[in-house]
């Protein structure tokens, strides 16, 4: 058959316009709204409104890809139906996402965009209240430690509870024997002895070498729930323990939670120091104090160490204990809070060994006033201080000293100032690089001398007054090895200048006026930062000491069982005269 040419010529034209028709009749049917821009910005504007991911992770296992796929293009709104948009839901590992975050979130994880990674990230976020526990074994006995042992095990909630049990053997005397003990209760677990429930998953580490008391803090960094519980070898507590300690933390107040404790002493003249529970704790039923620092059992947020790792501890002798009360109270506002754990827990076979005795009571004490300069807040004592004057040479409390002195030879309103300063302690940054730290010390001491100001925070054999706060800035690192970088030490003197305010509570605090003299610019940034220092204490949600009495949970759950806050006005002055001038509001007066 043939077909004539010009029959062919006809469906060659018609065939490109039926090809057009097909397309479009494609595009409009199945892409709506494609190509035109309102449609697509709209469309763009949706999916960023919801955060939704434009794409899926290439490499995730095909069933997460169907998950994944079905949750991200599912409407999830009347409003979208009507206007026929599809709102996207994410639901990526099945993680909660919204445009706006909750407030008060304090998440600390990676960014969505390395999602195929996701689960091997550090975050400080968890939907379940885990705990790992700690034990630490050195010098107890094995009977003791099999009773620990399998207490951990029978945490209520199981592996749910408490997902990871770690034993600490640093060089211990009797590391055969502890080792014994626990690969029974090892062999225990696996033979089903404790019950077919899931328990938590035991590990032992053993070391030749002594890490100490802060070596079971350095391994904890490395847990990955959101509490711990850390435990000497002579820590007594039962089965109920953690659910106890998390329902305390999140009904009455974050902070450290333990048993034993220590309370400094109330002040002068009647001073007193206290260790609970020996003394007024009620172990048969749940009785809880605000305490200095803790002994023996430490519940926290495994978070916080960051914090306990930002200073350099004094020695690694003794004090973790103090450390962690320290570093929390100060960087955190977090009290620290002692007495039952657990409800009539089980007696354990007494260890005939103490780790504070001799020497290293004497060392506590040094540790404790080296953290009272660097931020440390006493939960009870209220030193009797009226006046905290930041210096930074012996030449200007010499001159403060001259100003006092000359106190009622005229009348002015600098005059009116500087004759009512009341006790004066002086507070400086103790920088060994660029400062005559031994003069300053001397001065100061001096200084309290002369206007009254000691105070004491101490046990009753030990008489060490407080009468200056040493900031001791960069402390631990060697500066002729390395100049630590000025905004570090800035950034160090900040917040421990923030604590001893909130130690102190001042009615008034001083600085010079350097802060305007630009031929010294030195001087002047640190006078500066010390006046950022002092805004952000001005700024910050005050950590109020208990009034006498007082330090019982349920007594200080009122606020009006807090003592007020002191309104401290902060003044600059100069060598001549003081100005009285309020620095919060962040004028440089004139020279």
């Known amino acids: 058959m043939q077909i004539s040419t010009r029959r062919l010529s006809q469906h060659a034209r018609v065939l490109p316009i039926l090809v057009f028709l097909a397309v479009v009749f494609i595009r409009v049917t199945f892409f709506p709204g494609h190509g ?41 709104s009347e409003k979208s139906e009507a206007r026929n948009v599809q709102t996207p839901q994410p639901d990526m590992f ?27 990230a550090y975050t400080s976020c968890h939907k ?22 399998e207490n951990s095990l029978s945490q209520k909630g199981g592996r749910l509870a408490v997902p990871h049990v770690w034993v600490m053997l640093f060089d211990s005397p009797h590391a055969d024997a502890f080792e014994n003990t626990y690969k029974m209760i090892l062999r225990n677990v696996e033979n089903g002895v404790y019950g077919s429930h899931l328990l938590p998953q035991l590990s032992l580490t053993r070391s030749s070498f002594n890490f100490k008391f802060h070596g079971r803090f350095l391994l904890g960094y490395m847990a990955t729930t959101k509490y711990l519980l850390i435990a000497d070898d002579d820590a007594e507590f039962g089965p109920d323990a953690v659910e106890n300690l998390v329902n305390l933390m999140e009904t009455k107040h974050r902070g450290v939670w333990g048993g034993f404790g220590h309370l400094r002493g109330d002040g002068v003249p009647n001073v007193k120091y206290r260790s609970w529970p020996n003394v007024g704790i009620n172990r048969d039923e749940f009785d809880h104090y605000e305490m200095d620092y803790l002994s023996s059992l430490w519940f926290f947020e495994q978070s916080w160490l960051e914090y306990f790792f930002k200073e350099r501890p004094w020695t690694w002798e003794t004090g973790e204990d103090i450390h962690l009360s320290h570093t929390v109270r100060k960087y955190l506002h977090l009290n620290t809070y002692g007495g039952t754990v657990s409800v009539n827990p089980p007696a354990l076979p007494a260890k005939h060994y103490s ?33 905290l004057v930041f210096v930074d040479s012996a030449t200007e409390i010499h001159s403060l000293v001259s100003l006092m002195k000359t106190c009622g030879t005229h009348e002015s309103s600098e005059s009116a100032l500087y004759c009512n300063l009341g006790k004066t302690a002086a507070i400086f940054r103790g920088s060994c690089k660029d400062q005559n730290v031994n003069e300053l010390v001397a001065s100061a001491q001096q200084l309290c001398k002369a206007t009254q100001c000691e105070s004491f925070a101490l046990k009753s054999e030990f008489k060490h007054p407080i009468s200056y706060f040493n900031l001791a800035q960069d402390f631990g690192h060697d500066e ?87 309104k401290t006005q902060g003044y600059m002055w100069k060598d001549e005269s003081f100005i009285a001038h309020d620095m919060s509001t962040g004028n440089c007066i004139s020279q």
């Open 480 to 566: 002729s090895v390395e100049p630590i970088p000025v905004s570090t030490s800035a950034a160090d003197l900040i917040p421990s200048l923030v604590g001893v305010l909130n130690n102190v509570g001042p009615s008034r605090f001083l600085y010079h006026a350097k802060l305007c003299e630009l031929n010294d610019g030195r001087a002047g940034f640190w006078t500066g930062t010390v006046k950022l220092g002092f805004e952000a204490y001005l700024q910050s949600v005050p950590n109020l000491k208990f009034s006498e009495g007082q330090h019982k949970i349920s007594d200080i759950d009122s606020p009006s069982s807090e003592y007020a806050r002191v």
């Open 355 to 387: 780790a504070t005795s001799g020497h290293f009571l004497e060392m506590r004490e040094v540790l404790f006033d080296h953290l009272l300069g660097r931020g440390n807040k006493i939960a009870d004592v209220r030193p009797t201080i009226d006046t």
């Open 36 to 76: 035109d821009p309102d449609v697509v910005m709209k469309q763009e504007s949706d999916l960023k409104t919801h955060n939704a991911p434009f794409f899926l992770p290439l490499d995730l296992p095909e069933r997460e890809k169907k998950n994944n796929h079905r949750s991200v293009f599912e409407p999830n």
């Open 128 to 149: 379940n209240p885990t705990t790992t526990i700690i034990l630490n074994v050195y010098q107890g006995t094995a009977e003791a430690f099999k009773m620990q042992l």
């Open 94 to 120: 099945n993680a909660t996402q919204t445009a706006t975050p909750k407030p008060g979130c304090s998440c600390s994880s990676p960014h969505k965009s390395i999602l195929p990674m996701q689960k091997h």
